[in-house]
């Protein structure tokens, strides 16, 4: 029997949706937001029901009807700390997605649950969410920070790393669950982690932390000098966590986020974007370099994902100074709609059992 699912993975100014039918995409669609639209329906949680609506007329245009789907699975949102899987959507899940002081915010994510919630309900159907940013694998070891005050926090790609490391694993005919990885996901942000035995047990910061550079975020920063720029009265808060994770690394150096449009300036022989690119790659080596250290150098692959896997010279760059560690694998692309529509389908084929949260 086949199963069809939809998937909704809602952005700051997009909503992404896809529907499967087992593995086969019936369709795959980016809904695209005015923000001066979406500021007049109030703060970020009241655009579920005008994102919803829009979700439900693109399934009309691309004639899938409503009430032949078994499943709805969104995005994971900012909700607390988790082991990996694929969690029901319940009140208390809800609830968690409306408070900003769990995390200090509110991210455009919670709005998956919301209305993954919704269109399930009138259909009568179960709705989920699959590995949310907030997956929290981590040995105790990897929480201590230096002072006491700071504890070491799981942020990071959880849903395209989770979902292309268990693809890998079975391109390679091992256990997931028995195998050591390093996931290199490298996009806006840049998340690397050790995967110990089917668990992701460290990992940078990928949104406001550690770690290498990104094109769009600054990374780890000398204390001194951060502490500097911070009471230096240059930077309101808001304006410096805005500058830090949304136009620092490669924004900041360049005035890009572009990986392609990096490629085109080095192509034409331009030493400066080179020097950074090749920076980011050098830090992003590093950082997998220490994830081996983690995992005592018994690691079985180590693979590259995320839109920045697509650059070959990118990709060179890094491999070229990892590779002694354990073979590599490039596995580019997000993989986002894939990873949420095949966990929904695992669990009503009974592959995988939803967890309450």
Same mark, same amino acid.
């Given at each position: 029997?086949?199963?069809?699912?939809?998937?909704?993975?809602?952005?700051?100014?997009?909503?992404?949706?896809?529907?499967?039918?087992?593995?086969?995409?019936?369709?795959?669609?980016?809904?695209?937001?005015?923000?001066?639209?979406?500021?007049?329906?109030?703060?970020?949680?009241?655009?579920?029901?005008?994102?919803?609506?829009?979700?439900?007329?693109?399934?009309?245009?691309?004639?899938?009807?409503?009430?032949?789907?078994?499943?709805?699975?969104?995005?994971?949102?900012?909700?607390?700390?988790?082991?990996?899987?694929?969690?029901?959507?319940?009140?208390?899940?809800?609830?968690?997605?409306?408070?900003?002081?769990?995390?200090?915010?509110?991210?455009?994510?919670?709005?998956?649950?919301?209305?993954?919630?919704?269109?399930?309900?009138?259909?009568?159907?179960?709705?989920?969410?699959?590995?949310?940013?907030?997956?929290?694998?981590?040995?105790?070891?990897?929480?201590?920070?230096?002072?006491?005050?700071?504890?070491?926090?799981?942020?990071?790609?959880?849903?395209?790393?989770?979902?292309?490391?268990?693809?890998?694993?079975?391109?390679?005919?091992?256990?997931?669950?028995?195998?050591?990885?390093?996931?290199?996901?490298?996009?806006?942000?840049?998340? =690397? !982690? /050790? &995967?110990?035995?089917?668990?992701?047990?460290?990992?940078?910061? *990928? $949104?406001?932390?550690? %770690?290498?550079?990104?094109?769009?975020?600054?990374?780890?920063?000398?204390?001194?000098?951060?502490?500097?720029?911070?009471?230096?009265?240059?930077?309101?808060?808001?304006?410096?966590?805005?500058?830090?994770?949304?136009?620092?690394?490669?924004?900041?150096?360049?005035?890009?986020?572009?990986?392609?449009?990096?490629?085109?300036?080095?192509?034409?022989?331009?030493?400066?974007?080179?020097?950074?690119?090749?920076?980011?790659?050098?830090?992003?080596?590093?950082?997998?370099?220490?994830?081996?250290?983690?995992?005592?150098?018994?690691?079985?692959?180590?693979?590259?994902?995320?839109?920045?896997?697509?650059?070959?010279?990118?990709?060179?760059?890094?491999?070229?100074?990892?590779?002694? =560690? !354990? /073979? &590599?694998?490039?596995?580019?692309?997000?993989?986002?709609?894939? *990873? $949420?529509?095949?966990? %929904?389908?695992?669990?009503?084929?009974?592959?995988?059992?939803?967890?309450?949260?």
């Amino acid at each position: 029997m086949e199963y069809r699912v939809l998937a909704i993975n809602p952005g700051s100014t997009s909503t992404k949706i896809a529907v499967y039918d087992d593995d086969k995409e019936v369709f795959n669609k980016t809904l695209r937001h005015d923000p001066a639209e979406l500021n007049k329906l109030g703060g970020l949680l009241d655009q579920y029901d005008f994102r919803k609506n829009l979700v439900m007329e693109a399934l009309k245009e691309n004639d899938v009807a409503p009430e032949s789907l078994q499943a709805v699975v969104g995005r994971g949102g900012l909700i607390r700390p988790v082991t990996g899987g694929v969690y029901k959507v319940n009140d208390k899940m809800l609830k968690d997605l409306k408070d900003p002081s769990i995390w200090g915010r509110i991210h455009a994510s919670n709005l998956g649950a919301f209305i993954s919630r919704s269109i399930a309900e009138n259909l009568k159907i179960p709705a989920f969410i699959v590995d949310p940013v907030t997956v929290d694998e981590f040995d105790d070891i990897a929480r201590i920070s230096g002072i006491p005050e700071i504890e070491r926090k799981s942020l990071f790609h959880a849903l395209n790393i989770r979902y292309t490391a268990r693809r890998l694993a079975r391109q390679l005919n091992i256990d997931f669950n028995k195998s050591n990885m390093i996931a290199a996901h490298m996009g806006g942000g840049i998340s =690397i !982690a /050790p &995967i110990k035995q089917g668990r992701v047990v460290d990992v940078n910061n *990928a $949104l406001l932390g550690m %770690g290498p550079f990104s094109p769009q975020r600054a990374g780890a920063l000398p204390i001194g000098d951060l502490l500097e720029m911070a009471f230096s009265g240059k930077y309101t808060h808001k304006e410096l966590v805005n500058y830090l994770t949304k136009n620092a690394g490669l924004m900041a150096y360049l005035k890009t986020d572009s990986g392609i449009e990096v490629q085109k300036r080095i192509d034409k022989g331009d030493k400066q974007f080179k020097l950074i690119r090749d920076a980011m790659c050098y830090q992003i080596a590093k950082e997998i370099g220490a994830c081996a250290t983690v995992l005592e150098g018994k690691v079985d692959a180590i693979f590259l994902t995320g839109g920045l896997a697509y650059g070959e010279q990118l990709t060179g760059e890094i491999k070229r100074r990892v590779e002694f =560690i !354990a /073979p &590599i694998y490039n596995m580019p692309g997000e993989n986002e709609m894939e *990873a $949420l529509s095949q966990a %929904g389908v695992n669990v009503l084929k009974g592959l995988e059992e939803a967890k309450e949260y």
